[in-house]
């Protein structure tokens, strides 16, 4: 059988599933294939169609699963109760099938969601001891003290092992903020969960997440279902929003709008007409938080002049009706608990971040015996990215505020975690906007691009830079006003750490600024590009493909040093091939000759650096044709950095490879600058600008460790 890894809890209502998602994440990040089985389950049957178990449903249905519902299941409870042998047996069996595709399957253990004995937590030790899979122990954390926490891992260990599993790791699930270092500390010291037993390692990984209110919020639409009411006004696409709290409206408007929070539902009586419209444009307005919608109680229908106000401001608020009192739609709404399934974006995305920042990932991977794969897909590169972004958030600015793609991946950004961002425009439009489309933009910074201050201090900087071009202090200050000049300067004072523009300025309007003051870094005299071309199994450095037309051999040369350079920044080995029509020294010529004066010249630069010129692309890439024509080099067959003799050979190559392979060409990165600047293209979809943000950030760090350890 594959390695597995068992994820199991003493009780219910642990938070399992997050710990699972992060675990699943984390996995497929380093695996080549990743499963997901179900021994026990509460569906009543087999078919995805009838009692869907949302657990499964959630992890079969996560980037680079490749499995069917079904697949993923074991056997009921109601199989387990008649005849336990039978159902181990066929637990078992399922299993090895399932195993025999994947590389690695992560087993999520049962929910005590059925009528729980003192046997259940027994009876999934068994199953993990069959399965051959470590245990990852997953206990809450609510309401509960440290030594509490640490009584009830004791006591799930113990069980545990007396059944024959093995425990590796011990999560305490959804505790206190403050917390989290008091609990793992105490779940560190104990007697059991410290000693060696059954040939486990004598220290488990040890981990404690934070609570987040967002991973247990129940959407507006099960509320309003909860309150046995109906939506009458709005969008209904927006019932689906998460809730995070409830408000009672029976006070005055001013009073009611001091209480309001981020995404809370508002209970309201439906003859206080008088609150609809004053919430109506506290949502709108962006100066107030964003409201995840409103149950009016007592069954009054809205007036008609209301709706006509609704239909002018074109608000997507919505606003449900019901026929309860107050008192008793607010106590049954109370009880609304939101699970986690495969629609619940923003809460799968939260899950995973916390699981990211909170647990010790090399740790748990290696307790569980898992090597990393060669293997890099690019879910893998990209995963890889966010998460080397995230371990040291930097700062971006994103001056195209008025671009939805722009607030999207904003959103996106935020709720991973990947960096600090800033927003140019004027606040309370972005901020309106942004409620409009249903997003949470709270974290985000909102600065005006006309702020005085701010224009004082960057047309003196821009003046000082530009003056032997002639330009003044009044001039400056008509440029800088500009947002690409204005976010440029930003990273260049130190304000920002990096920027990401061109959704809707040209790629020259993007650059210039930076090529005016930024400069390029010491050591490079050319701004360059490359873009990182994600096959199928690995990811390669292309450059340049969207700058330089005709490099000299100087800039071809620079090119190859910055694109080795942006290769290691992300992890890759650089082994750079400088491509020509002609292997080593068969062909002659013009272009040939410059490609191996270049080659000459960077090898005369960067003496330890793997490189091979010229070199036909065949031969970088496939070892038979290398053997051929360069037998004995270290990089043909081998090449991840390629570098092209010019802009139309570069540009055609990775759109060639993009389409043909089905590549993700992720670019063009900029490089060479002594700050990181990057451009979008004006098609670029939200998952692009992410992208883009996030390669961002992590230039940004390379140029923080280089100035710390300057």
Known sequence: MSRSVY?????????????????????????????????????????????VDLVVDLLVNQPGINQSYADA?????????????????????????LSERFDVVVVIGSDYTDVSTGTELSLNAKIAANLGSPVVLVVHGRERTPEQIHSAADGAIHELRANHARVVAVVANRVEADAVATIKAELASGTRSGSSEQGEPAGLVIAAIADNPILSAPTFRALVEAGQGELTLGNESWMDREAIGIIVAAMSLPNVLDRLRPDVAVIAPSDRTDLIPGLMLAHQSGTFPALAGILLTGGYPLPESIRRLSAGVEQDLPIALTDLGTFTTAERLMRVRGPLTKSS????????????????????????????????????????????????????????????????????????????????????????????????????????????????????????????????????REVVTDISYFATLMVHLGLADGMVSGAVNTTAHTIRPALEFVKTRPGVATVSSVFLMCLADRVLVYGDCAVIPEPTTEQLAD????????????????????????????????????????????????????LEGPIQY???????????????????????????????????????????????????????????????????????????????????????????SA
């Open 7 to 51: 994820v199991a809890s003493p009780e219910g209502l642990t938070g399992k599933s997050a710990v699972a998602l992060g675990l699943l994440d984390a996995l497929t990040r380093e695996a080549g294939s990743v499963g997901v089985f179900r021994p026990l389950t509460t569906a009543g049957s087999l078919d995805a169609d009838e009692d």
């Open 73 to 97: 299941l074991g056997v009921t409870y109601e199989a387990a109760r008649h005849d336990p042998d039978e159902a181990l047996h066929v637990i078992v069996e399922r299993f090895g099938r």
């Open 559 to 610: 090119i190859a040093l910055s694109s080795a350079d942006t290769a290691r920044q992300f992890g890759i080995e650089p082994r750079v091939a400088m491509l020509s029509y002609s292997t080593g020294s068969s062909g002659a010529g013009a272009e040939v000759e410059k490609v191996r004066a270049a080659t000459a010249l960077v090898a005369e630069r960067a003496p330890d650096l793997a």
């Open 618 to 708: 065949d031969a970088a890439v496939d070892l038979d044709v290398a053997r051929t024509k360069l037998p004995g080099s270290d990089v043909a067959g081998r090449a991840t950095v390629f570098v092209f003799p010019d802009l139309n050979t570069g540009n055609n190559t990775y759109k060639a490879v993009q389409r043909s392979a089905h590549a993700v060409a992720i670019g063009p990165v900029l490089q060479g600058l002594r700050k990181p600047v990057n451009d979008l293209s004006r098609g670029a979809l939200v998952e692009d600008i992410v992208n883009t943000v996030a390669i961002t950030a992590v230039q940004a760090q390379a140029v923080s460790a280089a100035g710390a």
């Open 345 to 476: 974006t923003k809460k799968i995305e939260t899950a995973r971040r916390l699981f990211a920042e909170q647990v010790d990932q090399p740790a748990l991977l290696a307790a569980i015996d898992l090597p990393a794969s060669e293997v890099r897909t690019p879910l893998m590169f990209e995963y890889q990215l966010m998460e080397r972004a995230r371990a040291d958030r930097q700062h971006i600015v994103l001056p195209e505020s008025t671009d939805d793609r722009i607030l999207e991946a904003t959103a996106i950004l935020l709720r991973r975690g990947v960096a600090r961002l800033t927003l140019l425009g004027d606040e309370t439009k972005v901020r309106a906007r942004a409620s409009a489309l249903g997003l949470d933009l709270d974290e985000a910074d909102v600065v005006s691009p006309t702020d005085p201050a701010l224009v004082e201090r960057f047309a003196a900087a821009y003046a000082e830079a530009r003056a032997h071009r002639g330009v003044t202090l009044e001039k400056a």
